[in-house]
T-cell receptor
Framework: DSGVTQTPKHLITATGQRVTLRCSPRSGDLSVYWYQQSLDQGLQFLIQYYNGEERAKGNILERFSAQQFPDLHSELNLSSLELGDSALYFC?????????????FGPGTRLTVL | EDQVTQSPEALRLQEGESSSLNCSYTVSGLRGLFWYRQDPGKGPEFLFTLYSAGEEKEKERLKATLTKKESFLHITAPKPEDSATYLCAVQALGRDDKIIFGKGTRLHILP
């Protein structure tokens, strides 16, 4: 158990809908990262937040957005869903202190868009 | 452009048959190289961080090494429970904290 929690574990929805994925980082970690993993693409970095502020952006679509709240939990919002958005979505957290940059991953949310 | 390439894509070994997985990387300046293990449908599990050429880390049957251009994950006398996908990732120096992952090596250990 990495200490990172994600809810829900599974999500099934229809095209055009909007969903919210939730992540709680490990105790004490200020940085949260979101990744998308599909069968043919591997792990793709989406976005990073550090202590409530956006810090880095990867290949995140404009239909997707995220935020980190004062209690450090984070939410990833996916809207106008398409079939191709079906994937595993992982959240990771990191201490991001001097010498400690490894990321610890949650169990993931499996999103299925029908 | 920062890049991570892992080889082979897949590897089947007999139990006890030692081997190595390769991770080649191109990055402007390396902050860290990470190895993860991922089981099907699960989140990646952190194994090692390597920071500079010549560094080595060990954990049970796994040993990770780092040069200026590549890293190896050596697996000694593997067991069936070592079957998983092994992911390599790099983080570049700079303000940006993002990590770039390779596509992984799928390792299958036959009993």
């Amino acid at each position: 158990d990495s200490g990172v929690t994600q809810t829900p574990k599974h999500l099934i929805t229809a095209t055009g809908q909007r969903v919210t994925l939730r992540c709680s980082p490990r105790s004490g970690d200020l940085s949260v990262y979101w990744y998308q993993q599909s069968l043919d693409q591997g792990l793709q970095f989406l976005i990073q937040y550090y202590n409530g502020e956006e810090r880095a952006k990867g290949n995140i679509l404009e239909r997707f957005s995220a935020q980190q709240f004062p209690d450090l939990h984070s939410e990833l919002n996916l809207s106008s869903l398409e079939l191709g958005d079906s994937a595993l979505y992982f959240c990771a957290s990191s201490p991001r202190t001097s010498g400690r940059h490894e990321q610890f991953f949650g169990p993931g949310t499996r999103l299925t868009v029908l | 452009e920062d890049q991570v390439t892992q080889s082979p894509e897949a590897l089947r070994l007999q139990e006890g048959e030692s081997s190595s997985l390769n991770c080649s990387y191109t990055v402007s300046g390396l902050r860290g190289l990470f190895w993860y293990r991922q089981d099907p449908g699960k989140g990646p599990e952190f194994l090692f961080t390597l920071y500079s050429a010549g560094e080595e880390k060990e954990k049970e049957r796994l040993k990770a090494t780092l040069t200026k251009k590549e890293s190896f994950l050596h697996i000694t006398a593997p067991k069936p429970e070592d079957s998983a996908t092994y992911l390599c990732a790099v983080q570049a120096l700079g303000r940006d904290d993002k990590i770039i992952f390779g596509k992984g090596t799928r390792l299958h250990i036959l009993p």
